[in-house]
């Protein structure tokens, strides 16, 4: 059967001299993974290699059972410019992409997870965007989609009483932020300055309308802890987050302090 979608490519890996295996996320099929015969050939129906972070209309033919989908047509439809040309901006979108791909599983639809990507991506490529910001809004609204944003108002182990006006800990393995005596048995934490706190207290509050704002410090660090939520979740380390964020450093009982 064949499906026309707008679409936004996620990775694509070589698979002959002339071809490759495009993953893309459509709005209505989700995650899909594609052979684009000739696609790296100069005068292919795809218009050529088709490059990271492209947008526009997929026409394709879906998968059989195992087998790949086929790539009929894609005509670029945004300009990524701006976006490809600063390396900040370049870093915060391809971690964004890189996280989709990881995270979403494939011929799911979730139209909600692409209006999050789209917005996100030509945000990142106005001239004006708090890149670290509209990142952090971007990984805290695609977690919650899927359902691992975890509890942040109450332990998450014990359901008790998180006291906000000190550096706290979050566990993603109990899912959330742990109170002073959940945290103590943990052996996967890590630690949450009271700043990042107020950082997502900051998103919640965008998320639900209101205005909010969010230094580029306290998003930085927001982006660190959902990245280390995100990377713990998926079971394996992200590869662009390190153009895109610091790292965050796990602490549990072997953690003798050396590097
Ligand atoms: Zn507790």
Redesign the pocket.
Known sequence: MRHREEAICLRTTDYSETSQIVHFLTRGCGVVRLIAKGAKRPRSTSGGALDLLSEGDLVFTESRSGSLGVLIEFSESTSRSTLRKDAARLGAALYAIELVAEMLAEADPLPKAFDLLHNALLRMGQADAPVQAVLAYFQWRLLRHVGLLGELRR?A????EVNRERDTYFSSASGGL??D??QAGATEKVPVERSVLAGMVALAAAESGRRASLPDALAKGVNRLLAYHASYQIGKPLKMSRHAIQPMRRKNRRNNGGS
């Open positions: 332990c182990s014990c359901g008790g742990l109170c005596r959940c």
